[in-house]
T-cell receptor, first 114, second 115 residues
Framework: AQSVTQLDSQVPVFEEAPVELRCNYS??????LFWYVQYPNQGLQLLLK??????LVKGINGFEAEFNKSQTSFHLRKPSVHISDTAEYFC????????????FGAGTRLFVKA | GAGVSQSPSNKVTEKGKDVELRCDPI?????LYWYRQSLGQGLEFLIY????????KSGLPSDRFSAERTGGSVSTLTIQRTQQEDSAVYLC?????????????FGPGTRLTVL
């Protein structure tokens, strides 16, 4: 069965510092990988996704993620965060063999301090 | 264009009562998903629809939960005889068609509190 682990429940960071939010997954078949962001009092929106091809994926708001098949990871990074990046970030996977169920991680709350 | 809308935004009910949660997907989106987000937890997948059909109901937590979709558009999630452990935010999402590589567009959620 698939599972997604987000290793940090909360990440405090100062403004303009780099940040990495970690995500590991477990699956016996190939998967598609997603990062969603939930800003305070808003719905989730897609940040980026990996389907195939280049393992480095760029998303909105300067975020990027790297797919590492051998380590079954899909960590999210940003070189310099802003106060407005304060939000909850969710890693998610779906099967690329026809399954339609999406498995989400528990989320990482990023808190950017001035 | 309009996004996914959900109603009500908040619902407080007493234990044992039935509740109906509504989701209005983006116009033209054939795939619709329901999730539950409990405090401190990730999103728990409940059910998906392709058109009006829900081929896999195994994600529903108990037989008190049911969902339907009519006209390929609006969906309702019904919880019968609510329990306190049903308290959570219920999220609905839609996508243009059912495909595991598709982005899902989420609504703002319904916060359900069972007293």
């Amino acid at each position: 069965a698939q599972s997604v682990t987000q290793l940090d429940s909360q990440v405090p960071v100062f403004e303009e510092a780099p940040v990495e939010l970690r995500c590991n997954y477990s699956s016996s078949v190939s998967v598609y990988l997603f990062w969603y962001v939930q800003y305070p009092n808003q719905g989730l929106q897609l940040l980026l996704k990996y389907l195939s091809g280049s393992t480095l994926v760029k998303g909105i708001n300067g975020f990027e993620a790297e797919f590492n098949k051998s380590q079954t990871s899909f960590h999210l990074r940003k070189p310099s965060v802003h106060i407005s990046d304060t939000a909850e970030y969710f890693c998610a996977v779906t099967l690329n063999t026809g399954g339609f169920k999406t498995i989400f991680g528990a989320g990482t709350r990023l808190f950017v301090k001035a | 264009g309009a996004g996914v809308s959900q109603s009500p935004s908040n619902k407080v009910t007493e234990k044992g009562k039935d509740v109906e949660l509504r989701c209005d997907p983006i116009s033209g989106h054939t795939a619709l998903y329901w999730y539950r987000q409990s405090l401190g937890q990730g999103l728990e997948f409940l059910i998906y629809f392709q058109g009006n059909s829900a081929p896999d109901k195994s994600g529903l937590p108990s037989d008190r939960f049911s969902a339907e979709r009519t006209g390929g558009s609006v969906s309702t999630l019904t919880i019968q005889r609510t329990q306190q452990e049903d308290s959570a935010v219920y999220l609905c999402a839609s996508s243009p068609r059912l495909a595991s590589y598709n982005e899902q567009f989420f609504g703002p959620g319904t916060r359900l509190t069972v007293l």
